[in-house]
């Protein structure tokens, strides 16, 4: 079989109800507090990634990535103190998610299933290495673990309802952080939260990143969900 044939070929096109199932099913993953609060590390993995990988595309220096229990996340890049490096590596992290969906659904409107799973699966494999405690190096391994094992054993209809119910998790779960952060910044909490250290760097008001974070994310819902449902 010839591997780069398979991974770049188009698969079948899901039936329409099974896409808008899969939203649903991401809808009700996102929405209980409960059920959300277990979720969120997937999100805060992809957050964390975009730290890492903008600080390392910046010309910065990534030497540890940490995942909490709590859904916390930490990236620490070494490089100047000020600058559009760090400025950059900053506000990456409550993009990343939804911009992640947006490239995941991309790869989908083209019925692309089997790259996106191996692309989500290497970018899992190059975060695993800077990951630095426990709980992080877990949760990384079983997400990755996860897209390994639905590209290797599974058929190509369940691999497409897996393809489907993470992308439209990341658009959906995406829109959700930054308004927990308005909420946390509203009782004055988290006062060294991204958008806070992004206005100390820049001078802008951090309500103003906090608008940019929710542009980004509903922009992004709104385009992967048209690319998801075929309009």
Aim: overall charge positive; proline content about 4%.
């Amino acid at each position: 079989m010839d591997l780069s044939m398979d991974l770049f070929s188009p698969q079948a096109a899901p039936a329409e109800w099974l896409v808008i199932a899969t939203g649903v099913a991401a809808l009700a993953v996102t929405v209980p507090r409960r059920i959300w609060l277990l979720a969120r590390n997937a999100i805060t993995i992809a957050h964390e990634g975009g730290h890492g990988l903008v600080a390392l595309a910046s010309g910065r220096r990534l030497e540890a990535i940490r995942l909490h229990s709590d859904t916390s996340g930490l990236t620490v890049s070494r490089g100047r103190p000020t600058g559009l490096g760090v400025v950059l590596t900053l506000a990456a992290g409550y993009p990343a998610a939804p911009l992640l969906g947006l490239g995941g659904a991309a790869l989908l409107g083209t019925h692309r299933v089997t790259l996106l799973l191996w692309v989500a699966t290497a970018l899992l494999l190059a975060m695993l290495v800077m990951v630095r405690n426990a709980y992080g190096v877990l949760t990384v391994l079983l997400t990755g673990a996860a897209f390994l094992l639905v590209s290797w054993l599974t058929s190509p209809e369940v691999q497409s309802v897996f393809a489907y119910a993470v992308v439209w998790f990341l658009l959906l779960g995406g829109v959700r952080p930054a308004f927990e952060l308005q909420l946390k910044r509203r009782h004055g909490g988290a006062p060294d939260s991204d958008a806070d250290q992004l206005s100390r760097l820049t001078h802008v008001p951090a309500g103003v990143w906090l608008v940019f974070f929710h542009a980004v994310a509903i922009s992004s819902l709104i385009g992967g969900g048209r690319w998801l449902l075929g309009f």
